[in-house]
């Protein structure tokens, strides 16, 4: 435990100091603010760091001084709008690195590259070959956005449907793929690979930044190929022991036989079949029927409603949740209209609150977008602070050796 040097005020009275650390752990955690305060802010002058970091003008002046020699920062223009003579403002270096953020469906990749800002500098999207390696398909996307911008490939963050392993292995129907995926595209782009359920990193961007930030817990249900849930609890993301937390397409409903999936492609088609609706036609085709009033269309999607608030009524019962969040063609205004009115039956039961995802269909890429940036700085300052400090003590041995030299 860490003790504090205590001084006696003039009315004897005893004040708590903090004991002086080492300067480089001291220089570590200013270098740290400082660069998280300019990936957040952007460009910032020495006095608008001093303001925001709270540091004194000294140890600002101090780290940007070891940045600065490291290449970590870069001047950033003047600031004319303050009185007084105009003031050079800093930021990120532009060509620290970047990091791929890429959602995967079962018909599509798409890639966005950022920098540790969390700024888009690349963006492509391509649908999979009907035969071809989908690492090779998601490598040829990544090199598109990377020819576009100059700087390293630091990482990757994908967001693939179905259930991943706490060691970034997939799970299907066949069984988990032992992290097979996630090496192979490692050494395909050459940089480390972390593989993430994408229903959770839809909650987590509605955690950050959309719906649920203001919520202490909610559960997010995304409809698309199929039924996924993401669960916050208390502010945390849960996953569960091995992954499979929030796969709620199987969660039992009567009448469906143990093991039948609640909602998905394949259910919605036979569910069109029995409202003789053409079966191909796809999902949205139906909501958007729906909304126009059409009878059979209005029933299907009233018998998926009903799907869903059950489903969001297993989950209270269990979790309790402050709400539910609907998000990829659950929150189609058809659907919420029908959701909401099954949930209005069961108010006196079982009380629940739903809304509509701030992102719609790009909820799981938004949420690789972010983890992708937050990696990114993480990655990079810790590779900063140390190699700066590693520089500037070269430098001051250099100069003692210079002085000792002289005498």
């Not at 961007?205 to 208390?234: H, K, N, P, Q, R």
């Not at 489903?311 to 309790?320: E, F, K, Q, R, S």
């Not at 539910?324 to 009115?341: I, K, M, N, R, T």
């Not at 269909?361 to 990079?380: I, K």
Request: proline share 6%.
């Amino acid at each position: 435990m860490c003790h504090a040097e205590s001084d006696v005020d003039p009315g004897g009275n005893l004040m708590a100091r903090p004991l002086a650390g080492p300067q480089t752990l001291l220089r570590t955690l200013n270098g740290r603010a400082i660069l998280e305060t300019l990936a957040r802010r952007g460009p910032l002058t020495r006095s608008e760091l001093v303001g925001e970091t709270g540091l004194s003008r000294t140890a600002v002046t101090q780290v940007l001084r070891m940045f600065e020699s490291s290449s970590a920062v870069a001047a950033a223009g003047l600031d004319r709008d303050t009185r007084g003579p105009a003031a050079g403002r800093v930021a990120l270096h532009p060509q620290l690195g970047f990091a791929a953020a890429v959602h995967v469906d079962p018909h599509a990749a798409h890639v966005v590259l950022v920098d540790p800002t969390g700024t888009v500098r690349a963006e492509q999207h391509g649908a999979f070959p009907v035969q071809g390696d989908r690492v090779e398909h998601i490598a040829a996307l990544v090199e598109a956005c990377r020819s576009a911008v100059r700087g390293p490939l630091v990482l990757t963050v994908v967001a693939v449907p179905g259930i991943v392993t706490a060691d970034g292995g997939i799970r299907d129907d066949q069984g988990p793929d032992g992290g097979a995926f996630r090496a192979s595209l490692a050494t395909r782009l050459d940089c480390p690979v972390r593989v993430e359920n994408d229903v959770n990193l839809a909650a987590l961007a509605e955690l950050t930044e959309g719906s649920g930030a203001e919520l202490a817990s909610f559960a997010l249900l995304l409809l698309d190929d199929g039924l996924g849930a993401g669960i916050v609890i208390d502010g945390v993301l849960h996953r569960g022991f091995s992954g499979v937390a929030g796969e709620v397409m199987y969660v039992p409903q009567t009448p469906l036989p143990i093991g039948a999936p609640v909602l998905g492609e394949d259910v919605v088609q036979d569910l069109a079949t029995a409202h003789g609706l053409d079966p191909e036609e796809p999902l949205d085709r139906h909501l958007d029927a729906a909304s126009a009033g059409d009878e059979a269309a209005l029933a299907l999607v009233s018998e998926m409603g009903r799907r869903l608030a059950y489903v969001a009524g297993t989950i209270a019962l269990v979790l309790d949740p402050e709400a539910f969040v609907l998000s990829g063609y659950a929150a189609h205004p058809a659907l919420v209209d029908a959701v909401a009115a099954v949930a209005e039956e069961l108010a006196a039961q079982l009380p629940m609150r739903f809304t509509v995802s701030s992102f719609g269909p790009e909820a799981p890429l938004v949420g690789a977008v972010d983890q992708a940036a937050s990696a990114l700085r993480a990655t990079v300052f810790s590779q900063l602070v140390p190699s700066a400090e590693r520089r500037t003590g070269r430098r001051a041995a250099e100069r003692r050796v210079l002085v000792e030299g002289g005498r």
